[in-house]
T-cell receptor
Framework: DGGITQSPKYLFRKEGQNVTLSCEQN?????MYWYRQDPGQGLRLIYY???????QKGDIAEGYSVSREKKESFPLTVTSAQKNPTAFYLC????????????FGPGTRLTVL | EDQVTQSPEALRLQEGESSSLNCSYT??????LFWYRQDPGKGPEFLFT???AGEEKEKERLKATLTKKESFLHITAPKPEDSATYLC?????????????FGEGTQLTVNP
């Protein structure tokens, strides 16, 4: 089955620690995205990548970092500089060109203790 | 800057009571408007893409329509399993690349 996987589903972190969220897709999509969702709110774009070895900041990139070394993978690191990291993190992918929909993974819920 | 506003924030319906959700948007050069369904604790599930004013798409009890300023998601004779948060998003002109701008969603509850 083609799709997007995110791991882990739940993640707990102590303050001051960096943590990396995994996102893998086997849809052969060029573009990948990371969103953050807070309770009762919509999705806010953190970073996105339209091609391997290239990525752009979204609306709330401060305190986060990404890499895109492979087409299938787009890991997100939440650094200790992120002031309020507790949230639901969603990864998505889409073909690079055309007005085409994004497909989402199941999400990772990060809680900072 | 692209903007999306969804209303109402929350909607409670009785089973079988039809209604509509609204998505108003401001975008430079709309390339696509998207509707998603999101269940609690899960990733959004794609429902529809609309490309131009006047377009309509249907799926089971859902029908999405598009004008130059807004989109409606009509729910006919809803069932409790239609309870979810419905998200609207737009893709703007070429300068936006492939990124989407999302609204905050409408939380729909259908009571039996």
């Amino acid at each position: 089955d083609g799709g997007i996987t995110q791991s882990p589903k739940y993640l707990f972190r102590k303050e001051g620690q960096n943590v990396t969220l995994s996102c893998e897709q086997n849809l052969n999509h060029d573009a990948m995205y990371w969103y953050r969702q807070d309770p009762g709110q919509g999705l806010r774009l953190i970073y996105y990548s339209q091609i391997v070895n290239d990525f752009q900041k979204g609306d709330i990139a401060e305190g986060y970092s990404v890499s895109r070394e492979k087409k299938e993978s787009f890991p997100l690191t939440v650094t200790s500089a992120q002031k309020n990291p507790t949230a639901f993190y969603l990864c998505a992918s889409s073909p690079h060109r055309g007005p085409l929909e994004q497909f989402f993974g199941p999400g990772t819920r990060l809680t900072v203790l | 800057e692209d903007q999306v506003t969804q209303s109402p924030e929350a909607l409670r319906l009785q089973e079988g009571e039809s209604s509509s959700l609204n998505c108003s948007y401001t975008v430079s050069g709309l390339r696509g408007l998207f509707w998603y369904r999101q269940d609690p604790g899960k990733g959004p599930e794609f429902l529809f893409t609309l490309y131009s004013a006047g377009e309509e798409k249907e799926k089971e009890r859902l029908k999405a329509t598009l004008t130059k300023k807004e989109s409606f998601l009509h729910i006919t004779a809803p069932k409790p399993e239609d309870s979810a948060t419905y998200l609207c998003a737009v893709q703007g002109g070429e300068t936006s690349g492939s990124r989407l701008t999302f609204g905050e969603g409408t939380q729909l509850t259908v009571n039996p």
